[in-house]
């Protein structure tokens, strides 16, 4: 959910074109889906993002790895995006654009993209039950999780919005108890 602020100021301009461009075809929905999937398939497939993050990889290369193994998957006007930030010099952007176009498209649809840390593995029944928590509490249309399992965190979960870090860690309740210990026994 955090990319680096200066790839992201340069990836917003391409993003919002895409954005802007879809709305105008009417074609938000295919590229919204195309977007979605690339992003999990480029997760899955790192040496693909290695290549393409590459500056020493010929453009030309690029274009034929790009042309070999997603046009068949993509709708055309998400393959010539492709192809432009190829040609542009800024594949390299590729997962910064795909997460700012989201965002986009989430804040039109009132979906909030909400962060959360947990010690062990939700099930569906929980992930279900905060889904409709937080839902309330952000008035939001929808909710997308994104779970990060740390078991650093000993137990209990870390919630992280756009603006509100919510923390029912048992590795911060310990933290809280070992400074009000401190500062009684200083006494």
């Known amino acids: 959910m955090s990319a680096n602020p200066l790839t992201s100021k340069i990836a917003a301009p391409y993003a919002r074109a895409l954005f802007d461009f879809s709305v105008e075809k009417n074609i938000m929905h295919q590229i919204t889906a195309d977007f979605q999937n690339l992003d999990i398939f480029l997760s899955e497939t790192p040496e693909l993002l290695e290549c393409l993050n590459n500056p020493i990889v010929n453009q030309k290369v690029k274009s034929a790895i790009l042309t070999k193994t997603l046009k068949s998957q993509l709708n055309t006007e998400t393959f010539n995006f492709l192809m432009v930030l190829v040609e542009r010099k800024r594949i390299n952007l590729l997962t910064t654009i795909i997460d700012s176009y989201l965002a986009?498209?989430?804040?039109?649809?009132?979906?909030?993209?909400?962060?959360?840390?947990?010690?062990?593995?939700?099930?569906?029944?929980?992930?279900?039950?905060?889904?409709?928590?937080?839902?309330?509490?952000?008035?939001?249309?929808?909710?997308?999780?994104?779970?990060?399992?740390?078991?650093?965190?000993?137990?209990?979960?870390?919630?992280?919005?756009?603006?509100?870090?919510?923390?029912?860690?048992?590795?911060?309740?310990?933290?809280?108890?070992?400074?009000?210990?401190?500062?009684?026994?200083e006494i």
Request: aromatic fraction near 4%.
């Open 104 to 185: 986009l498209i989430y804040q039109t649809a009132s979906i909030k993209m909400i962060e959360v840390s947990t010690a062990s593995a939700f099930t569906n029944v929980q992930k279900d039950t905060l889904i409709q928590k937080l839902k309330e509490l952000t008035n939001a249309r929808e909710i997308r999780l994104v779970i990060n399992v740390d078991s650093s965190l000993i137990g209990g979960f870390l919630i992280k919005t756009e603006s509100k870090v919510i923390d029912f860690t048992v590795k911060n309740q310990l933290q809280k108890l070992a400074k009000h210990l401190d500062t009684v026994l």
